[in-house]
């Protein structure tokens, strides 16, 4: 299965900053989708993030607060802009390399925002 | 989407065979039923995948009845280590182009 490594893994940050979350899948894939998680509480669809286009956001999200970019096939970034500590969570990436049926995921980016 | 339904917790002890339900009554024709496990800090991880009757791996089995309408998790002789959250999730195949939407999942605790 692929392999994705995500980084940072923690930070802690002052509100009203910008945090970017990186990604890298060690195999091309077309899509990659980036989540979020509260302490305790299920996944949180963020984003699609499809190369060579602008991502599409789900309902409750906006580009201006997380831009996406995704400049190729095995790379993306999310922005966390202008933190509150409401932003405080979990941030996970995901992909697909296929021809298997699982989704592999990132080890999280932990966000505090003090 | 097919909606899922699955217990949000369970307890259990080390050596058990644990068994969780997902119900997906809305289940479409072309859809698989896929199940992710998480452990606490990591993101989920894909254990199984089925379209009907069973399937097993190294892991876990999965059960499936005729009409697809639900699913049992069957993980053997559980392990302290087993403790996690576990999803179900359904949706067609699509070699990564599909969103995975994520229900509640079920906790599970394995106790000594």
């Known amino acids: 299965s692929a392999v994705i490594s995500q980084k940072p893994s923690r930070d802690i940050c002052q509100r009203g900053t910008s945090l970017t979350i990186q990604c890298q899948v060690d195999?091309?894939?077309?899509?990659m989708f980036w989540y979020r998680q509260q302490p305790g509480q299920s996944l949180t669809l963020i984003a699609t993030a499809n190369q060579g286009s602008e991502a599409t956001y789900e309902s409750g999200f906006v580009i201006d607060k997380f831009p996406i970019s995704r400049p190729n096939l095995t790379f993306s970034t999310l922005t966390v802009s202008n933190m509150s500590p409401e932003d405080s969570s979990i941030y996970l990436c995901?992909?697909?390399?296929?021809?298997?049926?699982?989704?592999?995921f990132g080890s999280g980016t932990r966000l505090t925002v003090v | 989407l097919a909606k899922t339904t699955q217990p949000i917790s369970m307890d259990s002890y080390e050596g058990q065979e644990v068994n969780i339900t997902c119900s997906h009554n809305n289940i479409a024709t072309n859809d698989y039923i896929t199940w992710y496990q998480q452990f606490p800090s990591q993101g989920p991880r894909f254990i199984i995948q089925?379209?009907?009757t069973k399937v097993t791996n190294e892991v876990a089995s999965l059960f499936i009845p005729a009409d697809r309408k639900s699913s049992t998790l069957s993980l053997p002789r559980v392990s302290l280590s087993d403790t996690a959250v576990y999803y179900c999730?359904?949706?067609?195949?699509?070699?990564?182009?599909?969103?995975?939407?994520f229900g509640a999942g079920t906790r599970l605790a394995v106790h000594p």
């Open positions: 995901s992909a697909n390399p296929g021809p298997n049926y699982g989704y592999t």
């Open positions: 999730l359904v949706g067609a195949p699509s070699g990564g182009y599909n969103k995975l939407i």
């Open positions: 089925g379209y009907k």
């Open positions: 195999s091309q894939v077309t899509m």
